[in-house]
């Protein structure tokens, strides 16, 4: 059974850096073909993807926000880590990890964590 | 402003069947078979009901189907249910640096 669960700050102030992480469990990230991905929802709008990063440790970022992200695994902890520096109110958001199966094309997300909602305010 | 395009909302009554559509361009859902469909209930995490354009994960109703034409992808549910109520996002991958693109979202009612 494939579970991922996102853990980090509820609140950050504007120009903080945010961190999240992902600890999941039936898989692993060492699995040729696997891999583990980030998206957003902004409160009442649509689902936006940040970042995704493969079994070999390949990464992928949205090139709108690449500046701001970086993503890392720790295969020994069933962690994927985000990382978005200079968070602005509109940053706002629940923010969701995803799995990413072997035989999935990109982008396909087959199982998600609950989310968290992170708020950016002063 | 999303890549793929949807209606921001459709309606059907009971037994129904509805389609909603997600176009996008030569680079991302016309040029690959790589579009999925997912369901998202309030204050859910979004569920994968189409995959690859057609195809169904294990567990989700045949009820449910997808197809594509060109630059745009389709989202069927036939024998509409009240259960079905949701938003439903598009995603596809893109050939651009973009990667991964989704969406608006489609705002699904059960009359």
């Known amino acids: 059974q494939i579970t991922l669960k996102e853990s980090g700050p509820t609140l950050v102030k504007p120009t903080q850096t945010l961190t999240l992480t992902c600890t999941f469990s039936g898989f692993s990230l060492s699995t040729s073909g696997v891999g583990v991905g980030w998206i957003r929802q902004p409160p009442g709008k649509a689902l936006e993807w940040l970042a995704l990063i493969y079994w070999d440790d390949d990464k992928r970022y949205s090139p709108s926000l690449k500046s701001r992200l970086t993503i890392t695994k720790d295969t020994s902890k069933n962690q994927v880590v985000l990382t978005m520096t200079n968070m602005d109110p509109v940053d706002t958001a629940t923010y969701y990890c995803?799995?990413?199966?072997?035989?999935?094309?990109?982008?396909?997300?087959?199982?998600w964590g609950q989310g968290t909602l992170v708020t950016v305010s002063s | 402003q999303s890549a793929l395009t949807q209606p921001a909302s459709v309606s059907g009554s009971p037994g129904q069947s509805i389609t909603i559509s997600c176009t996008g361009t030569?680079?991302?859902?016309?040029?690959?078979?790589?579009v999925s469909w997912y369901q998202q209930h309030p204050g859910k995490a979004p569920k994968l009901m189409i995959y690859?354009?057609?195809n169904r994960p294990s567990g989700v109703s045949n009820r449910f189907s997808g197809s594509k034409s060109g630059n745009t992808a389709s989202l069927t549910i036939s024998g509409l249910q009240a259960e079905d109520e949701a938003d439903y996002y598009c995603s596809s991958y893109t050939s651009s640096s973009t990667y991964v693109v989704f969406g608006g979202g489609t705002k699904l009612t059960v009359l």
């Open positions: 995803a799995h990413k199966g072997i035989a999935a094309a990109p982008g396909v997300f087959d199982y």
């Open positions: 030569s680079s991302d859902v016309g040029g690959y078979n790589y």
């Open positions: 690859d354009v057609s």
